[in-house]
Structures are given as C-alpha cells and as structure tokens.
C-alpha cells in the first residue's frame, strides 16, 4: 500500500523560504515520478512541479519557474520542494502525489498547509 506523508509547511512572510518533504512508503520508488500539487480555498487543485524518477528530469509550472525547485532522494524516498521568494498567491495546501511511467497520479499525500503573510 502507497504512503505519501508530507511536512515542511507552515507560516512564513513574503519573501521568505520553506522546504517541503514527502517521505513515500510502500513503493519501488524508482519507479515512480513524484509531483507537487496545491489547491487554494475556492480554488480548483493545480500542478506545481514534478520530477522523474531518477532525478534528471524536471517540470515546473510557470507560476513557479525560478523560484522553486524540485527535489529527490532515493535511498531516502524521500521527495522535496524548496520553496523561495514565496508570495501570498502561493497559500494553499500542498500535496505530494506519485504516478508510474505513462500512468496517472493515482496515489496521494494527505496535504500541508502553507500560508504565506504580505
């Protein structure tokens, strides 16, 4: 059985840095891509990046290009999102998801919150 588990969110000003983590269980994680999503209030869930899964790989939504980075580790199945220069449109919960090569996202993390301040 799949397990994503995500932490690193919190509070944090305009401007300022988090580091997601999503630790995976359950999986062959080679053979896995891992994505970040996020869903605002009100507002429809939406890709943020992803990564293949050897790390070479990466993809970003434009809204994030350059300010955030995508990250893996695994002997850790370990996933991570380095976020900086972070805004306040970027509040939303943020979850990790994994997909096998050609397959859709089908297994899920339960989500952290992240809010940032003006």
């Known amino acids: 059985q799949v397990q994503l588990v995500e932490s690193g969110g919190g509070l944090v000003q305009a401007g300022g840095s988090l580091r997601l983590s999503c630790a995976a269980s359950?999986?062959?994680?080679?053979?896995?891509?891992m994505g970040w999503f996020r869903q605002a209030p009100g507002k429809e869930r939406e890709f943020v990046a992803a990564i293949g899964w050897s790390g070479g790989s990466t993809y970003y939504a434009d809204s994030v290009k350059g300010r955030f980075t995508i990250s893996r580790d695994n002997t850790k199945k370990m996933a991570y999102l380095q976020m900086n220069t972070l805004k306040p449109e970027d509040t939303a919960v943020y979850y990790c998801?994994?997909?096998?090569?050609?397959?859709?996202?089908?297994?899920w993390g339960q989500g952290t919150q992240v809010t940032v301040s003006s």
């Open positions: 359950g999986l062959t994680f080679t053979s896995y891509s």
């Open positions: 998801a994994a997909r096998l090569a050609g397959g859709k996202y089908e297994d």
